[in-house]
């Protein structure tokens, strides 16, 4: 176990002695870094009975994400909930609007109150940190409804503090790429449907299995682009061909290959020229 710096070590402190004053914590639970080390830290500092982690096993969820969450629960002697969120079934939803985060995230605060339910002196917690209050996000209007709170932002602690935490414990997925829901991929005010969230998943697992790691295939409704780390270009042009038959294969008309390499919450920048221009 690697050494934290005073900096991360005071932090660190400051995480137990804002979960030690609590009783027990329900914890949205992605299988995410971010939710991961919240749940973490919950079991450690709370111990077993008092921390429980919950996962909905929704259509936007990668089925490898879930597996991995399941398997980290099992792994760190976790109590695990799995539920079955209903948002492709609301039309604010998967009409995806500006603010689809605000739904989705409103669908599941609003079912982990019946988790809340069985422990009523728990805390509902997110996995929300320092950056993230900064960025674009429409589902922290839901967590603040919800009365959800946020450990890491609380102490804040930035991505890459949290990151640092993660890997002084071992935790296995400390440096694993963010991996945003699939809904994600899909530009605003297109229509979000189950076969468009499985022909992305299907595609970025093409890309993962070539060797990709941190990918994004984009779904514009006739085609799918192609997204993945910019030092990577070379190599997923020398086998554009084979990409573009595969990722074919699974349902799309077209493909096309971003030449800006992968950033992470592109389909923002429409926003961002929006507000410019009013």
């Known amino acids: 176990m690697k050494k934290l710096s005073p900096q991360l070590q005071d932090?660190?402190?400051?995480?137990?002695?804002?979960?030690?004053?609590?009783?027990?914590?329900?914890?949205?639970?992605?299988?995410?870094?971010?939710?991961?080390?919240?749940?973490?830290?919950?079991?450690?500092?709370?111990?077993?009975?008092?921390?429980?982690?919950?996962?909905?096993?929704?259509?936007?969820?990668?089925?490898?994400?879930?597996?991995?969450?399941?398997?980290?629960?099992?792994?760190?002697?976790?109590?695990?909930?799995?539920?079955?969120t209903e948002e492709l079934t609301d039309l604010r939803y998967n009409q995806n609007p500006e603010n689809r985060c605000y739904f989705c995230k409103e669908h599941l605060f609003h079912d982990l109150q019946d988790i809340k339910e069985k422990y009523p002196d728990f805390d509902v917690l997110s996995g929300t940190n320092q950056d993230d209050l900064a960025d674009y996000r429409p589902g922290l209007q839901a967590a603040a409804k919800y009365k959800i709170l946020a450990p890491m932002a609380a102490c804040k602690l930035s991505k890459e503090e949290l990151r640092q935490i993660a890997k002084h414990f071992d935790l296995p997925n400390w440096d694993k790429p963010a991996s945003p829901c699939l809904s994600s991929r899909i530009p605003y005010n297109h229509h979000i449907t189950r076969e468009k969230l499985q022909q992305v998943e299907d595609a970025e697992n093409i890309l993962n299995d070539l060797g990709f790691i941190d990918v994004r295939v984009r779904h514009y409704g006739s085609y799918?682009?192609?997204?993945v780390q910019k030092t990577e270009l070379e190599k997923l042009f020398s086998i554009e061909n084979e990409v573009i038959e595969k990722i074919k294969a699974v349902g799309f008309e077209d493909v096309r290959i971003d030449r800006e390499g992968l950033v992470s919450g592109k389909l923002n920048r429409v926003l961002k020229v929006a507000n410019q221009q009013k």
């Not at 709370?46 to 429980?52: L, M, T, W, Y």
């Open 224 to 227: 799918g682009q192609v997204e």
């Open 11 to 84: 932090k660190l402190n400051q995480l137990e002695a804002w979960y030690t004053e609590r009783q027990g914590s329900i914890v949205a639970f992605s299988g995410g870094i971010d939710s991961t080390l919240v749940l973490f830290l919950a079991r450690k500092f709370q111990g077993k009975e008092n921390a429980i982690g919950v996962i909905s096993n929704s259509e936007s969820l990668k089925t490898k994400d879930f597996q991995l969450a399941k398997t980290f629960c099992k792994d760190f002697d976790i109590q695990l909930e799995i539920i079955k």
